[in-house]
Each structure stands twice: as C-alpha cells, then as structure tokens.
C-alpha cells in the first residue's frame, strides 16, 4: 500500500479531549498527539523531533504543545517550531470531529506494524 495513503481513524469520544489538553491516540499505524486550543481540534505526531519525547504527555500553552523532557515546544496548528531545543517541525494530521467522536487522517497499519 503507497505510504501516502490516508484513511480516517476514529481515536476518541469528542469530550475526552478538553480545551487545553492533549492526549495521545494510534490512528493507523501512527501515534499521535490530539490537543484543543480555542475551541479547534489539532492533531501532530507524538514525537520531539529533538529527542523524540512523548508530547501527547506535555501541555499545552496557547497554540503550542510543550515536550514535557526538556520543553522543546511546536504549534499544533502547522507543527513549526516554537521554542527550542528542537530545532525541526513536527508532522501535523487532519482531524475532525464527527457525530460526538475525534477521527483523525492517519496511514493504515501493515503487516509489518504489528
């Protein structure tokens, strides 16, 4: 299947992610960090691209997700580069909300995901 395939996965009931938080869901074969700002869902991959830290488990300020290890921080909006150490962006996902649940765009798993 051609890596660039995108298909929608449902990840979570819509209420389960609050405004100001981010959390972490499999969508695919991709992990990825779902927050709420200003009342708009955002969804980026679940890595720091400087030290790969789990940001589903950072917090939020604003717009911008903050790797809880060393504060590395990226705006949910478009995954650029906030504040450092990181010096990268991170890759961002399409989500929706439909019927109360979180859908995010991520790539399907294959055979060799599991």
Known sequence: MDSDVREWFDVADAEEVAEGDVRTYR???DKVAVARAE????AVQDRCSHDNGPLGEGCLIGFAVQCPRHGAMFDVRNGT??????LVGIGTFEVRE????????GTPASDDDW
């Open 27 to 29: 969508a695919g074969s």
């Open 39 to 42: 009342g708009t869902l955002y």
């Open 81 to 86: 580069v906030s504040a450092p150490p990181a």
């Open 98 to 105: 439909l019927d109360g649940r979180i859908q995010v765009a």
